[in-house]
């Protein structure tokens, strides 16, 4: 039942975001397989790339599968972080031995619904700013890197750990390669996008890689991720320094066509405006129901507390930690 709640709320943000708001999304390159296992990695240019690009996976990937990685506090937020932990995102501290048994634990919980799933992954850990290129400016100075303008360079770790224990836990497909570009109004944080400062296209290239073409070993995964950045550094300047483009046609094959894509839309804009109504007429009539809502809520605070709805997902990761 929750994955069919966060699948249609999925479909109402890609309805909202292009619809409404008047974002237009190109794609280019090639998608990986809809049923694969896969690890979409993705540079971090905004905090709401994670947003856009629910519009790629409704039109060429399994939404219902969709996962993605994020800063841990974001699932302490009131209602959207207590849906995304029902969604089974996984929520990174950015501390390598709590990350670990995080990543652990969620491969676990997938492996044992019979998932497949396709996690969106941040290499460079945080969104791409004055302050954080700044750092990753200082961090390839201290191993002998050279700097990036327009990506920040990747901790590798953690998707080397990552594709290791996918391999181990559920299976490893296929690794999906995305390049996010905005060709202009770049919206850098909440303020931007509560003052309307939607972009008005959101360009994808994505370039598929079978799992087969990683190296067996984790320093090789590593080394596989930095020239995966290094070309992704090169493809951006070439991007940002002509004529905002990704030189690659569009995608001419889809999982869902338009048509597809506008039912869905209808069907998902329905779905939350009667459900909206309903809430707040029973709200408003129905004192049980205000019961239930406060209830739930000191729920969710209260598992939030104690590491979230997440923590509880599976008791043996412990044992894979060890």
Request: charged share 25%.
């Amino acid at each position: 039942m929750m994955d069919q709640m966060i699948w249609i709320w999925q479909i109402y943000a890609v309805f909202l975001v292009e619809k409404l708001c008047g974002v237009k999304v190109v794609i280019t390159g090639e998608p990986v397989g809809c049923e694969d296992s896969t690890i979409i990695l993705m540079n971090h240019r905004t905090r709401f790339d994670w947003l856009f690009i629910f519009s790629y996976i409704l039109r060429h990937g399994p939404l219902r599968r969709f996962k993605i990685s994020m800063k841990d506090i974001l699932k302490y937020v009131p209602g959207p972080g207590w849906a995304m932990q029902c969604a089974g995102y996984l929520f990174l501290q950015r501390k390598w031995e709590a990350d670990k048994k995080i990543i652990l634990r969620c491969l676990t919980y997938f492996r044992k619904l019979g998932y497949k799933p396709q996690i969106l992954f941040f290499p460079e850990g945080t969104d791409f700013t004055a302050n954080t290129k700044a750092r990753s400016d200082k961090f390839a100075a201290k191993n002998s890197l050279e700097p990036y303008e327009y990506v920040l360079h990747p901790r590798t770790a953690g998707f080397s750990f990552l594709v290791e224990k996918m391999r181990e836990i559920i299976s490893l497909d296929s690794i999906l390669d995305v390049s996010i570009g905005y060709p202009e109004n770049i919206p850098q944080n909440e303020r931007d996008i509560l003052e309307g400062k939607f972009p008005q296209q959101v360009h994808f290239h994505v370039q598929a890689h079978n799992a087969s073409e990683l190296p067996p070993d984790r320093e090789g995964v590593e080394k596989w991720c930095q020239e995966c950045w290094e070309r992704k550094e090169r493809q951006l300047r070439e991007y940002y320094t002509g004529s905002k483009v990704f030189s690659q046609k569009p995608i001419q094959t889809y999982v869902r066509n338009e048509q597809e894509v506008e039912h869905l839309f209808k069907f998902a804009c329905l779905f939350w405006t009667v459900f909206q109504i309903c809430v707040v007429v029973f709200l408003i009539y129905a004192p049980i129901l205000r019961w239930f809502s406060l209830f739930s809520i000191i729920t969710y605070v209260l598992i939030s507390r104690y590491g979230g709805i997440d923590a509880l997902l599976d008791s043996e990761a412990s044992d894979l930690c060890k």
